[in-house]
Nanobody, 124 residues
Framework: QVQLDESGGGLVQAGGSLRLSCKASGRTFSAYALAWFRQSPGKERDFVASISASGGSANYDNSVEGRFTISRDNAKNTAWLQMNSLKPEDAAVYFC?????????????????WGRGTQVTVSS
């Protein structure tokens, strides 16, 4: 069992930055690949970024490539999503997810554990 707790959301102007954190507790953090997903009202939950268990590789959705960076520190049981050049369309609830296994993944059903989410609001 892994518990995930997101933080760092808030209100930011377009063009600004936020850094989201995902703090994990429970089983060995370094055994899990992680991802960030996001969901806007009335829409499905979408993939944002994923990172391998070691942190050695990552993958991004095209909509955030070059603006967002996913990272992790296994010694701190924490992952982050650095979001730069934010746009109004980035506004959503952002969820951290973990999956048993070393490789990153893009699909919701590949993830076993989820946090409750943190709200990001971007004003234009």
């Amino acid at each position: 069992q892994v518990q995930l707790d997101e933080s760092g959301g808030g209100l930011v102007q377009a063009g600004g930055s936020l850094r989201l954190s995902c703090k994990a507790s429970g089983r060995t953090f370094s055994a899990y690949a992680l991802a960030w997903f996001r969901q806007s009202p009335g829409k499905e939950r979408d993939f944002v970024a994923s990172i391998s268990a070691s942190g050695g590789s990552a993958n991004y959705d095209n909509s955030v490539e070059g603006r967002f960076t996913i990272s992790r520190d296994n010694a701190k049981n924490t992952a982050w999503l650095q979001m730069n050049s934010l746009k109004p369309e980035d506004a959503a609830v952002y969820f951290c997810a973990a999956r048993s296994g070393s490789s990153w993944a893009r699909y919701e059903d590949e993830y076993d554990y989820w946090g409750r989410g943190t709200q990001v609001t971007v004003s234009s």
